[in-house]
């Protein structure tokens, strides 16, 4: 898309990217997380090969993407989970789809064969641009937590999952 440009994730852009984490989750339908984390958690968990950010002409950070590793077992070197939050201001633009995009050509070229995620089923936005770049619904896990910040309701999950056609 014309004017937004994808580039790794620097540590100056921290705050920025933990508050574009907070405004989604303030959104009620991103994750069950009610707080982001400390940069210094946020920066540990996350792999560092594959954290990206979009920029305007600005440089001011849009949105971001990045990946943990799902396992420690060798066989399952190649599965990683994403977050991916795009600032409200700048949703519906195709920031979302660049980004997870240039994850998928990042993660592919690395080896890694499975990126997988967790959606609420209300979360639409987010399905329907998951579908677009190649997930597919493995499942719907059924009232598997409850969510602190929406008066502690169960809630289901919609487990996607999107196995490279070229890696492996
Ligand atoms: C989900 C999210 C990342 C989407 O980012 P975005 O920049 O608004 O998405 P895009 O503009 O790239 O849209 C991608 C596709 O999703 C579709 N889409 C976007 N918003 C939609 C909505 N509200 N309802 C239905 N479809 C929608 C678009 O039609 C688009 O498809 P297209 O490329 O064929 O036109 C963004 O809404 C967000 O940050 N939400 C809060 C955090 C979150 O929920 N993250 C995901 C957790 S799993």
Do not use: K
Not at 33 to 45: I, K, L, N, R
Not at 111 to 135: D, K, M
Request: aromatic fraction near 8%.
């Amino acid at each position: 898309m014309s004017g937004v440009t994808i580039r790794p994730m620097r540590d100056a852009d921290g705050p920025t990217v933990l508050a574009l984490y907070q405004a989604g989750l303030d959104g009620g339908d991103a994750s069950f997380e009610p707080a982001a984390p400390s940069w210094g958690v946020f920066d540990a968990g996350r792999l560092a090969a594959h954290r990206l950010v979009a920029v305007g002409p600005d440089d001011a950070v849009l949105g971001w993407v990045a990946v943990t590793a799902v396992s420690s077992r060798p066989v399952y070197a190649g599965v990683v989970e994403h977050s991916l939050y795009v600032d409200p201001a700048a949703r519906g633009r195709g920031v979302g789809r660049t980004l997870l995009e240039a994850l998928i050509r990042s993660t592919e070229a690395a080896g890694i064969w499975t990126i997988q995620s967790g959606v609420f089923p209300e979360n639409e936005a987010s399905l329907a641009l998951h579908r677009a770049c190649g997930f597919r619904t493995v499942g719907v896990r059924e009232r598997v937590g409850r969510h602190a910040a929406r008066d502690n309701r169960w809630r289901d999950v919609v487990f996607l999952e999107r196995r490279s056609p070229v890696v492996g």
